[in-house]
T-cell receptor
Framework: AQKVTQAQTEISVVEKEDVTLDCVYE???????LFWYKQPPSGELVFLIRRNSFDEQNEISGRYSWNFQKSTSSFNFTITASQVVDSAVYFC???????????FGSGTRLSVKP | ETGVTQSPTHLIKTRGQQVTLRCSSQSGHNTVSWYQQALGQGPQFIFQ???????GRGNFPPRFSGLQFPNYSSELNVNALELDDSALYLC?????????????FGPGTRLTVL
């Protein structure tokens, strides 16, 4: 069965703190894709990153970094030096190979206070 | 390049009525998926359309139906509305031939059922 778990419902940090959002997934497929999306109050899902199951390299993009570990079925997302504009709900999603629908986690609401 | 658009932005209906939501896919995309996002939850997959046919369905009753048109735009129809149908409805388009399962989301239609 496919499943995505985001155990952290809400996180509150003060600006400039680093914060890590956890994502654990379950799948029986050997080919799959993992995604992170940001959902600001406006509601639109904003794409952040895509990773396929054959690429375990960690990635850094500005203040964002992602740690993909197949051994623990985790795909964690770290924001370095958080800013108020990072406040949003963040979703992790799983898509199995050959079928482009997504299984979303329940989301983590991040509040960054000045 | 035009992104995914949805109409209307907001909609208020009463229980028992019928509603039609519309989605225009991103240029070059041939697949449309619909998701329901209840307040405080992650998006849930409703169904997907490819080549004007339903190509996968989540755990939603038959009163949720859809269409895809030759220009790849799509409609979501919900009959006999229930209070629990109140949610943000998200449309996502993708290119099935691209092979990386990436989906691009529209801004959503917020449906309120009274």
């Amino acid at each position: 069965a496919q499943k995505v778990t985001q155990a952290q419902t809400e996180i509150s940090v003060v600006e400039k703190e680093d914060v890590t959002l956890d994502c654990v997934y379950e799948t029986r497929d050997t080919t799959y894709y993992l995604f992170w999306y940001k959902q600001p109050p406006s509601g639109e899902l904003v794409f952040l990153i895509r990773r396929n199951s054959f690429d375990e390299q960690n990635e850094i993009s500005g203040r964002y970094s992602w740690n993909f570990q197949k051994s623990t079925s985790s795909f964690n997302f770290t924001i370095t030096a958080s800013q108020v504009v990072d406040s949003a709900v963040y979703f992790c999603a799983l898509s199995e190979g050959g079928y482009s629908t997504f299984i979303f986690g329940s989301g983590t609401r991040l509040s960054v206070k000045p | 390049e035009t992104g995914v658009t949805q109409s209307p932005t907001h909609l208020i209906k009463t229980r028992g009525q019928q509603v039609t939501l519309r989605c225009s896919s991103q240029s070059g995309h041939n697949t449309v998926s619909w998701y329901q996002q209840a307040l405080g939850q992650g998006p849930q997959f409703i169904f997907q359309y490819y080549r004007e046919e339903e190509n996968g369905r989540g755990n939603f009753p038959p009163r949720f139906s859809g269409l895809q048109f030759p220009n790849y735009s799509s409609e979501l129809n919900v009959n006999a509305l229930e209070l629990d149908d109140s949610a943000l409805y998200l449309c996502a388009s993708s290119n099935r031939l691209a092979g990386h399962n990436e989906q691009f989301f529209g801004p959503g239609t917020r449906l309120t059922v009274l």
